[in-house]
């Protein structure tokens, strides 16, 4: 069973720039999430997504990002314009859908984004 | 609302000598909590985790934490490093509200192993 990708896996971009970044969760996995994690800080949360639901967005810094998850399978974030500050490594993970009991959240291998 | 602090951002042991990382946790329901470890170029992988059954959970390559609620602490343990443990550790923690579980991650902990 392939694991989650993300891509690319290393992003140098300018300040005003635009740019996507991509999850691929496991197949079948229902949930998807995305995280940050800014340099030698916490992993933080961003939004959750129940197929191509957004559950909860409640993380997501400001309305210079933009995620979706177009028919439930890949996701995307977009972050237009970029600022500095926005440099980091962002975190997808995927986990079985459903409610009554835990389910494990599988991650990526991140994508490290820096804005110059 | 939940919160994890990591104890020490870098901890460094010898080779064959016990690991311990440290890790509490504030939560104003009863937690789930975890340990995840991100090796080099790879994505966060899951250690263990406590979903309110045994207070001492034992995990992968070896690793063990306990649940201590008076103390609100879930420290990592294993007995003898390896060179293959210097990794960074993320002590996580979530409610599971509503069937969901959002993570709630500490500031992490690497881990260096000497010779």
């Known amino acids: 069973e392939a694991g989650v990708t993300q891509f690319p896996s290393h992003s140098v971009i300018e300040k005003g720039q635009t740019v996507t970044l991509r999850c691929d969760p496991i197949?079948?996995?229902?949930?998807l999430y995305w995280y940050r994690r800014v340099m030698g800080k916490e992993i933080k949360f961003l939004l959750h997504?129940?197929?191509?639901?957004?559950?909860?967005e409640s993380g997501m810094p400001n309305n210079r990002f933009l995620a979706e998850r177009t028919g439930g399978t890949y996701s995307t974030l977009k972050v237009q314009p970029a600022e500095l500050e926005d440099s980091g490594v962002y975190f997808c993970?995927?986990?079985?859908?459903?409610?009554?009991?835990?389910?494990?959240?599988?991650f990526g291998p991140g994508t490290r984004l820096t804005v110059l | 609302a939940q919160s994890v602090t990591q104890l020490g951002s870098h901890v460094s042991v010898s080779e064959g000598a016990l690991v311990l990382l440290r890790c509490n946790y504030s939560?104003?329901?009863?937690?789930?909590l975890f340990w995840y470890v991100q090796y080099p170029n790879q994505g966060l992988q899951l250690l263990l985790k406590?979903?309110?059954?045994?207070?001492l959970v034992k995990g992968i390559n070896g690793f063990e934490a306990e649940f201590k609620k008076s103390e609100t602490s879930f420290h990592l343990t294993k007995p003898s490093a390896h060179m293959s443990d210097a990794a960074e550790y993320f002590c996580?923690?979530?409610?599971?509200?509503?069937?969901?579980?959002?993570?709630?991650f500490g500031a992490g902990t690497r881990l260096a192993v000497h010779p």
């Open positions: 939560s104003s329901v009863p937690p789930y």
């Open positions: 996580a923690v979530s409610d599971f509200s509503g069937g969901y579980n959002k993570l709630i």
């Open positions: 197949s079948g996995h229902d949930n």
């Open positions: 993970a995927s986990s079985r859908g459903g409610t009554v009991t835990y389910n494990e959240q599988f």
């Open positions: 406590y979903t309110s059954a045994a207070t």
């Open positions: 997504f129940v197929k191509e639901s957004k559950q909860d």
